[in-house]
């Protein structure tokens, strides 16, 4: 870590004239602190699922959208301030976005129905978006190749870390008081970030892709996967062959050829052509949206079987997802170090195998009644998180030029997140669609318990990750 740190500080220092009085220890600790805060608002609410459908007396499907929308926006957000931060002050945007991440935060906590709650987590993730491009954007910048694995296992790690202690965080807290005290917990952590970003993170920005933001093309691509989404969404309230899912995916595609056709023809777009057709590029971003849909897939799964169909507490949920997260957390530093000495590939095909082979233990025996089986079985998906995490995202910043940094790690943050948006949201469509069929035995023909929709739940989750794997294979050997 020491390293890294030092390295980050060399960086920045150069790029401000020689800031040798900041402390590049603390530079890390303040994004690793704001990145945790920001990702683990992701995974705390699904704790919070039944618990707010309770209070608000609303459908699965209704309050499934305090995930989804959260996920949505903050998904949304990130390439367009990774586009910014290549031309205004880094600094600044993260003060804008973590005060708009709070006063979300506030509204989330204070929210007397579940519109109100819907509307703040879409504030929250709006300036929570501000934090992953902005962080990995400055270490991709400033960290030269053979040291950049470190420093993105450092951050990754801490991406793995919010991501898998968020339901023990949550579980934790609800036990111990409410689903409010979730946000309330979140605002004491802005607060922290807050001064730390104000008085550690030094200016910068703006010097590599002058003043063009060309932001047609950034509202063609949100809108276009904000329509994906909502298609995948809206397909568990109306089903699969809504008229309104197909007009959701057919706007979809054309925004998508719009915005296609867009950046080949303005001076200074969006984003370069040559990143969409840099296959590198494209391999990373897919590896990490198939990847993390596979990993979230599991952190929602598991805890809806635990408190709906098992009645266990929100507090055992947490416990039983610690053991997973505490395996992210350590070894995520360590497969970036690997990705940097074996090489990219492959570490992040055997951290998708393990994966794999984690959800294929779930949909086996993770979801046979016992909680020691259930622990045991998310840690494997936790090893496998571990490795991919770190090494796709080295992947798509070494496939990046200087002048594409920032955005090109937006894009990439995009896919990533976007694969946590997805998981929620498709899964719970499958559900809902899964168990109205009945008694219908599992897919998985070694299941031998009662619930099957949670199985085949499990092994579908499993396709997400035998797709990384695929994109995977399509790298290069370069280290």
Known sequence: MKGCGSALADGVERGEGGSAE?????????????????VVNQTMVNVAVPPMREEFGSSEAAVGWVNTGYLLVFALCVPIYGRLSDVFDTRRILLVGLAVFGVGSLICALSPSLPVLVGGRALQAAGAGTIPALAFGLVARTIPDGSRGPALGLLSATIGAGAAFGPV??????????WHTLFYMTIALIAIALVGVAFEIPSSG???????????????????????????????????FSWRVFASIGLAVVGLVAFGVRIRRVPEPFVSPKLISNPRFIAACAAGFFGQFANVSGLFILPLYLTG????????????????????????????RLSDTVGLRPVLMAGLF???????FMSTFGVSGSVILAAVG??????????????????????????????????????????????PALFGAFLTFRQTL??????????????????????????????????????SAKK
Do not use: K
């Not at 530079?27 to 602190?33: D, E, Q, Y």
């Not at 098992?310 to 360590?334: D, F, I, K, Q």
């Not at 393990?354 to 294929?360: K, M």
């Open 309 to 336: 169909t098992l009645g266990r507490s929100e507090l055992l949920v947490g416990l039983v997802l610690l053991p997973g997260a505490l395996v992210v957390t350590l070894l995520s530093p360590l497969a970036g």
């Open 354 to 360: 393990v994966l794999l082979i984690g959800l294929v």
């Open 169 to 178: 965080i949550g579980g934790f807290l609800i036990g111990v008081g409410s």
């Open 438 to 475: 009945g008694d219908l035995g599992a897919i998985n023909p070694f299941y031998a318990s009662d619930a099957p929709a949670y199985s085949d739940a499990f092994l579908l989750a499993g396709i997400g990750a035998i797709l990384a794997l695929i994109a995977a294979s399509t790298l």
């Open 22 to 38: 900041r402390s590049s220890r603390v530079v890390l600790a303040v994004m690793m602190l704001a990145l945790f805060v920001s």
């Open 378 to 423: 998310m840690s494997l998906p936790g090893f496998g998180f571990a490795a991919t995490n770190s090494t796709a995202s080295n992947a798509a910043s070494e496939s990046l030029t200087p002048d594409t940094a920032g955005v090109g790690l937006g894009i990439y943050q995009m896919c990533f997140f976007l694969g946590a948006g997805f998981a």
């Open 206 to 240: 703006g010097e590599t892709r002058g003043t063009g933001l060309d932001l047609p093309s950034g509202i063609l691509l949100g809108a276009s996967v904000a329509l994906l989404l909502f298609s995948v969404t809206d397909a568990g309230n109306v089903g699969l």
